[in-house]
């Protein structure tokens, strides 16, 4: 594990969780890469499955703008990008709900009766689906403590949403927030964030992935980052 206050210019006193919320608190992105390759295949893109997982967490009408650019030379309006997007997301409904990953409710369970706060931060600009993650977390959660692509200008791996997310939380300074994150270009955004960044590896990529954009540890998933949170905390 990463040495963060050797990093840090404040010592590290953590008062609050800020979870990613696709890949992190919901086994989802298959549903996601699904749901990507076919509505940018419709609009003459490809896009694989790595591709969801590689540009995961970025707002989603920058992830459309981007490959547009590169593969079609075009240069999509905001309009244009948010259709293929919505696209995207309506194909992603049509599909299972995904479940909630073992570990997370009796994580979010641990870190409240450790007295820190829970947040999250996610790329998403679906209504639907913040609106489930309220329902299914209203025991640890209010909007107040939620970040969206609604929240932000410049999306992951810029350190916008988390910075955002420290605020929306109760106004947390770096130093006290803790990230947790599956997707390399979320836990870049958490480390230029300067929060203790963990990697959970619940995709195909390789941990170095992960590991490269600076992640301070990682774990192969959340069930076993809960069982070993007061270890992990005990250490830091």
Request: charged share 25%; glycine share 8%.
């Given at each position: 594990?990463?040495?963060?206050?050797?990093?840090?210019?404040?010592?590290?006193?953590?008062?609050?969780?800020?979870?990613?919320?696709?890949?992190?608190?919901y086994?989802?992105?298959?549903n996601?890469?699904?749901?990507?390759?076919?509505?940018?295949?419709?609009?003459?893109?490809?896009?694989?499955?790595?591709?969801?997982?590689?540009?995961?967490?970025?707002?989603?009408v920058?992830?459309?703008?981007?490959?547009?650019?590169?593969?079609?030379?075009?240069?999509?309006?905001?309009?244009?990008?948010?259709?293929?997007?919505?696209?995207?997301?309506?194909?992603?409904?049509?599909?299972?709900?995904?479940?909630?990953?073992?570990?997370?409710?009796?994580?979010?369970?641990?870190i409240?009766?450790?007295?820190?706060?829970?947040?999250?931060?996610?790329?998403?600009?679906?209504?639907?689906?913040?609106?489930?993650?309220?329902n299914d977390?209203?025991?640890?959660?209010?909007?107040?403590?939620?970040?969206?692509?609604?929240?932000?200008k410049?999306?992951?791996?810029?350190?916008?949403?988390?910075?955002?997310?420290?605020?929306?939380?109760?106004?947390?300074?770096?130093?006290?927030?803790?990230?947790?994150?599956?997707?390399?270009?979320?836990?870049?955004?958490?480390?230029?964030?300067?929060?203790?960044?963990?990697?959970?590896?619940?995709?195909?990529?390789?941990?170095?992935?992960?590991?490269?954009?600076?992640?301070?540890?990682?774990?192969?998933?959340?069930?076993?980052?809960?069982?070993?949170?007061?270890?992990?905390?005990?250490?830091l």
């Amino acid at each position: 594990m990463k040495d963060y206050n050797a990093t840090s210019a404040q010592p590290f006193a953590p008062r609050v969780v800020l979870f990613d919320m696709d890949g992190v608190l919901y086994d989802s992105m298959p549903n996601h890469a699904k749901a990507w390759q076919r509505a940018m295949k419709e609009y003459g893109m490809h896009f694989t499955a790595e591709d969801s997982y590689a540009t995961e967490g970025a707002r989603g009408v920058e992830t459309v703008t981007r490959y547009a650019k590169m593969q079609l030379d075009k240069d999509l309006t905001e309009e244009e990008a948010e259709h293929i997007y919505q696209t995207k997301a309506a194909y992603f409904h049509t599909m299972e709900t995904p479940k909630i990953f073992d570990g997370v409710v009796d994580l979010m369970r641990k870190i409240r009766e450790s007295g820190l706060r829970i947040g999250v931060v996610t790329g998403s600009g679906q209504r639907a689906l913040i609106q489930r993650l309220l329902n299914d977390f209203d025991e640890f959660l209010t909007i107040e403590q939620v970040t969206t692509a609604f929240d932000v200008k410049r999306g992951k791996p810029n350190p916008e949403p988390y910075l955002t997310g420290l605020r929306k939380a109760g106004n947390f300074a770096p130093w006290e927030g803790i990230v947790v994150e599956n997707a390399p270009l979320g836990v870049r955004a958490g480390v230029a964030a300067k929060c203790f960044t963990i990697a959970v590896n619940s995709g195909p990529l390789p941990d170095t992935a992960l590991l490269d954009e600076g992640a301070h540890t990682l774990f192969p998933s959340i069930r076993v980052l809960a069982d070993n949170w007061e270890q992990l905390m005990a250490q830091l």
